[in-house]
C-alpha cells in the first residue's frame, strides 16, 4: 500500500508530545511490513535540523490557494531517522511556519488549514496516488473535506482517509471565514449540524468534527479512551458525532517504538541493560543524580516526564513532588508548559526547591535528557485528569521504571495495579488510583515507595513484568493495516 500521513508533528524533527512519537512509530512500523509510507509536515524555523538528513529542495514552485489569491510555497525532503518527510515551506507574508513555536498562534487554523491545502495540492501537482492519507488530530481535520469536495474533482478519487484523534481538548474550532480561506465556497452547506458545524457554538467551525464527518475511519488511541468520548464529558461536546459516525470508529493502543525507546540499545544512556542485566540500570540512576546534582543515598527516584498541562493534573503533579521528598525519596521532572503562567509556578518552584539534594525541577523540552530519566528513575508518576492514551508510562515499563498512574484512557489499558488488578501476579507491573485529588495519588505512592523499601524483591518483580509486556508498534501496526485495507477496498 502506498501511505502517506499528514501530520503537524513527527519525532524528533518536529515535536510537541505523543503525536509526534505515533507518527514516526507508526510509519517506521508500516515500513518494515513493506509499505511505502511518506509523511507531509510544515516546514517549521524551530524544528530540529540536526536530526533531517538530506534536506533538499525537490518541489520549487507550489502555488497554494489560499482566500482569493495564492501563495507560493517550495517542498523540501529529507531523510528523519530513515522516515521519508517532505516540508512545505511557504513565502507568504503571514510567516505560517516560521514563528519559533509550533503552536499557540493567534491563526493557529489558518495556519494549519492552509497547511492541509498545501499537502494536497502538493499531492495533486507531484501525480502522487496515495491508497491512503492518514491524518491527525485538529490541524489536519479538514484534509477529508478537502479531498472530497475539491480535490477529488480534480482527479484525486483514489485515496481513503483514515483520521487519529489524539486529543479531543483541542478541536480547533474557528470562524467561518476559514471554509472561504481554504477554498470551500458554500459557508451554508458546511455550517450544518451534521457537517462543520461546532456543536456548542452554532456560529463556529470545529476543524476537528469536520475530520470525524468526513473521514472513512477514525480512531482514537486507546480502547479506554473510545469509550469515554463516547459516553462522558472527555468528548468536549463531540461525543453526539462521534455515535452518529461510531461505525467507523474505533480505539488502538498506540505503541512505542522500540528502536528508540530500548534500553538494550539506547545511545543516549551511558550504560545499557535488559531484563538479564537489570544491575545496570542502577548505574544509570548514578549517572542520573551526577547528572542533575543529585546526592547518592538509598533513595527510590520518583520522576515525571511531560506537559505541564492542566490535563495532566498540575497540582498532582506538584503534590507528587512534595509527598516523594516528605517520604524518603528523590524527585526529578522534566516539562514544560505552552502558558507561561504555569511555566513561572514551576520555575518558582525550581528556585524554592534549588538547595534540596533531593530534587531537580528541569523546566524545557530535553529529548536526550528524558532517556537518562526514564533509565536512571525507579518509580514514574502520571496523575492525569485524562489520558488518550499516554506514551510516557509505557516508555518507563520498558525501562523497568514502575509506574503510578490515575486509572483513565490509555492509563487503564496498559498499567495494572500490583495489589488490586484482577489480573494475574505475573502481569501486573504498576500503581493505580482512581480519584483524581491527593488522597488518591498519595495512596498509591504510599504503596509504591512502602514496596520498594519493604519488599525490594517484589518491587524487582513488578519492574521486569513491566520490561517483558510488548506495547511495541507490533500488534497496533497490525490494526492500523486491518483498517487501511478495510477502507481501500470498501
Ligand atoms: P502527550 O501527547 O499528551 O504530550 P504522551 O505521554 O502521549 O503525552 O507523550 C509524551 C511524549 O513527549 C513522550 O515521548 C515524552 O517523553 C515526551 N516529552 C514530554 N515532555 C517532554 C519534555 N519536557 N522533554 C522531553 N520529552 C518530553
Known amino acids: 500500500m502506498f501511505i502517506v500521513t499528514i501530520t503537524p508533528e513527527c519525532a524528533p524533527v518536529a515535536k510537541v508530545g505523543g503525536l509526534a512519537d505515533v507518527v514516526f512509530g507508526l510509519n517506521h512500523e508500516l515500513e518494515i511490513r513493506g509499505h511505502t509510507v511518506e509523511a507531509i509536515l510544515p516546514k517549521y524555523d524551530c524544528m530540529r535540523y540536526d536530526q533531517i538528513y538530506g534536506l533538499q529542495e525537490v518541489y520549487r514552485d507550489l502555488w497554494v490557494p489560499f482566500y482569493d489569491r495564492s501563495i507560493h510555497c517550495t517542498v523540501f525532503f529529507g531523510f528523519v531517522h530513515g522516515r521519508k518527510c517532505f516540508f512545505i515551506d511557504s513565502h507568504s507574508d503571514r510567516n505560517f511556519f516560521n514563528r519559533g513555536v509550533f503552536y499557540g498562534q493567534h491563526d493557529d487554523p489558518e495556519r494549519f488549514a492552509f ?3 498545501a499537502a494536497l495540492e502538493f499531492l495533486l501537482k507531484s501525480n502522487k496516488h496515495p491508497d491512503i492519507i492518514h491524518c491527525h488530530d485538529w490541524q489536519t481535520g479538514i484534509v477529508p473535506v478537502l479531498l472530497f469536495d475539491i480535490y477529488k474533482n480534480l482527479g484525486m478519487g483514489h485515496p481513503r482517509v483514515c483520521y487519529t484523534l489524539h486529543n479531543l481538548k483541542h478541536q480547533g474550532v474557528t470562524g467561518e471565514s476559514i471554509l472561504r480561506a481554504a477554498g470551500l465556497n458554500s459557508p451554508g452547506h458546511y455550517i450544518h449540524p451534521d457537517r462543520l458545524q461546532d456543536n456548542f457554538n452554532h456560529n463556529a467551525v470545529s476543524l476537528m468534527k469536520a475530520g470525524i464527518v468526513y473521514s472513512n475511519f477514525v480512531t482514537t488511541v486507546s480502547p479506554s479512551y473510545a469509550w469515554e468520548i463516547q459516553h462522558t464529558d472527555l468528548s468536549y461536546g463531540l461525543g453526539h458525532t462521534l455515535h452518529v459516525h ?152 520498558k525501562y523497568g521504571t514502575v509506574p503510578v498512574v490515575r486509572e483513565t484512557g490509555g492509563l487503564r489499558d496498559t498499567v495494572f495495579d500490583a495489589n488490586y488488578s484482577h489480573r494475574p501476579y505475573h502481569e501486573r507491573n504498576g500503581y493505580t488510583f482512581r480519584d483524581f485529588n491527593f488522597q488518591g495519588l498519595e495512596s498509591a505512592l504510599q504503596r509504591a515507595i512502602g514496596m520498594w523499601y519493604s519488599y525490594p524483591q517484589h518491587f524487582k518483580e513488578l519492574m521486569i513484568n513491566g520490561m517483558r509486556y510488548d506495547f511495541s508498534w507490533n500488534h497496533p501496526g497490525q490494526n492500523y493495516l486491518n483498517v487501511f485495507e478495510y477502507i481501500r477496498d470498501k
Open 115 to 117: 497547511f492541509c491545502r
Open 246 to 397: 461510531g461505525r467507523k470508529f474505533g480505539g488502538i493502543l498506540n505503541g512505542v517504538d522500540y528502536d528508540v525507546w530500548n534500553p538494550e540499545i539506547d545511545r543516549h544512556i551511558p550504560y545499557r541493560y535488559g531484563i538479564a542485566t537489570l544491575q545496570d540500570k542502577f548505574r544509570n540512576k548514578e549517572a542520573l543524580r551526577h547528572r542533575l546534582l543529585l546526592r547518592q543515598d538509598y533513595k527510590p527516584i520518583v520522576a515525571y516526564i511531560g506537559r505541564l498541562d492542566h490535563q495532566k493534573g498540575v497540582d498532582l503533579i506538584r503534590d507528587s513532588i512534595f509527598y516523594s521528598l516528605a517520604n524518603g525519596c528523590q524527585f526529578v521532572l522534566l516539562g514544560a508548559s505552552p502558558e507561561h503562567r504555569t511555566n513561572d509556578y514551576f520555575l518558582h518552584l525550581k528556585h524554592q526547591l534549588n538547595d534540596n539534594p533531593d530534587c531537580h525541577l528541569e523546566i524545557g523540552f530535553n529529548e536526550e535528557l528524558s532517556h537518562l530519566i526514564y533509565a536512571g528513575a525507579d518509580m514514574f508518576v502520571v496523575p492525569s485528569l485524562f489520558e488518550p492514551c499516554g506514551l510516557t508510562q509505557m516508555i518507563a515499563m
